[in-house]
């Protein structure tokens, strides 16, 4: 295998979409992927009837459906029953609070403040400081990513009127500001709900 796989960062997560540990790749044998724990869980991995795993810091998207069958310290053996396709990605949505701005593409002066509710790497919903318009484009900053990037967003839906909730999509990403959020998602959720 060569040493690039070994460079990429996964996460472990249950199917309660919680991630419970972070990894690398040492080696893969058919359907048998050799990983090294880089986060401990305070659980036997092996417990867990299945298990995703997710490459963080990749362009290219790798997530397998499986379970892990041995586990000693921080080797761990996963066997991935099935891939997992790229769209679920883009859907797979996960808690996420931050608070930032947005600013108009239209005009650039105008900036709203805005809190997250949850994010994917399809797009985030937020409630916002002032009511919104579907259709709307702006560019929102997100902050837990490493280095902080700036994309555009665009309005989708109203969520809740009464709390200024709104979904967004993503428009246009790069495929490296994609890798960069799934990988900030993960290591909050990591951070944020404990290791399982």
């Not at 761990?76 to 997992?84: G, T």
């Not at 484009?137 to 009127?161: K, N, Q």
């Not at 495929?175 to 990988?183: D, S, Y």
Request: net charge neutral; with cysteine; charged share 25%.
């Amino acid at each position: 295998m060569p040493n690039t796989l070994q460079k990429v960062r996964f996460a472990i997560v249950n199917d309660e979409r919680h991630t419970i540990a972070t990894c690398v790749m040492l080696s893969q044998q058919g359907q048998n992927k050799q990983l090294k724990l880089l986060t401990y869980p305070n659980t036997d991995l092996t417990a867990f009837e299945h298990i995703n795993l997710f490459s963080l810091n990749s362009t290219q998207f790798m997530a397998w459906r499986g379970k892990i069958t041995r586990q000693r310290d921080e080797q761990v053996i996963f066997f991935a029953e099935e891939q997992i396709g790229e769209n679920f990605r883009r859907h797979l949505r996960m808690d996420m609070s931050f608070d930032t701005y947005i600013y108009s593409l239209k005009n650039p002066k105008i900036r709203y403040k805005v809190k997250s509710n949850d994010i994917s790497c399809g797009g985030v919903s937020i409630f916002s400081s002032t009511k919104l318009h579907l259709g709307e484009r702006f560019e929102i900053v997100i902050p837990s990513t490493e280095p902080p990037i700036i994309v555009p967003i665009e309005v989708l839906r109203v969520l809740s009127d009464s709390q200024n909730l709104y979904a967004c999509q993503f428009i246009d990403l790069l495929l490296q500001e994609e890798a960069l959020i799934q990988e900030s998602i993960f290591e909050y959720d990591l951070r944020t709900n404990g290791k399982r």
